[in-house]
């Protein structure tokens, strides 16, 4: 995911990177919004082989939690470059992320022997279908999307780019449908 692997985990540091920017009095300029995107990166990318090695000791909802936060930090940093939503809230959401991974590498909870880690590693770069909500497996063309949302202004996600329109109709009249 990045090149801090091996690089020590400066708690203090990354604290003050995402309480600077959630408590902020007022809406960062570009350059510095930029700056902090940057910083907010390299943070996440530092904690994700962390807390990814730790969530397969991890047991119940924080494990659970684990492995949702995995996925949200990937998908941030993966989707920058093609960002979909304003760069502000790009940035809050880099700073959400990496306030609950560090939170999760410093209180784990009750660690137990590592179990089925390969699996974490697949959920978290797993693509799903926004469309018909299918995996999307290595070599299959696919296209980030941005999917309708009131509560957020829209989702960032993927679609395939071919096959699956079909299926997404099949699955929407059957929602309609009634028992």
Not at 9 to 21: F, K, P, W
Not at 158 to 170: D, F, I
Request: glycine share 8%; proline share 4%; aromatic share 6%.
């Amino acid at each position: 995911m990045g090149g801090n692997e091996g690089a020590p985990v400066d708690a203090q540091v990354i604290r003050e990177t995402y309480t600077g920017l959630l408590y902020a009095a007022r809406r960062l300029e570009t350059t510095e919004l930029d700056k902090v995107r940057s910083r907010l990166t390299g943070h996440v990318q530092l904690l994700v082989p962390e807390v990814m090695a730790l969530a397969a000791r991890m047991r119940g909802m924080t494990r659970s939690t684990a492995v949702h936060c995995l996925v949200w930090a990937y998908q941030l940093v993966e989707n920058a470059d093609g960002l979909t939503t304003e760069r502000q809230v790009h940035v809050q959401d880099l700073a959400i992320v990496a306030r609950a991974l560090l939170t999760l590498y410093e209180h784990p909870g009750p660690l137990g022997q590592p179990y089925r880690a390969g699996e974490i590693e697949r959920a978290v770069r797993r693509r799903m279908c926004g469309m018909c909500m299918q995996l999307i497996e290595d070599g299959e063309p696919f296209k980030r999307a941005v999917f309708a949302s009131e509560a957020s202004g829209g989702i960032p996600g993927y679609r395939h780019t071919g096959a699956c329109a079909a299926l997404a109709e099949t699955l929407r009249a059957q929602l309609r449908v009634a028992p």
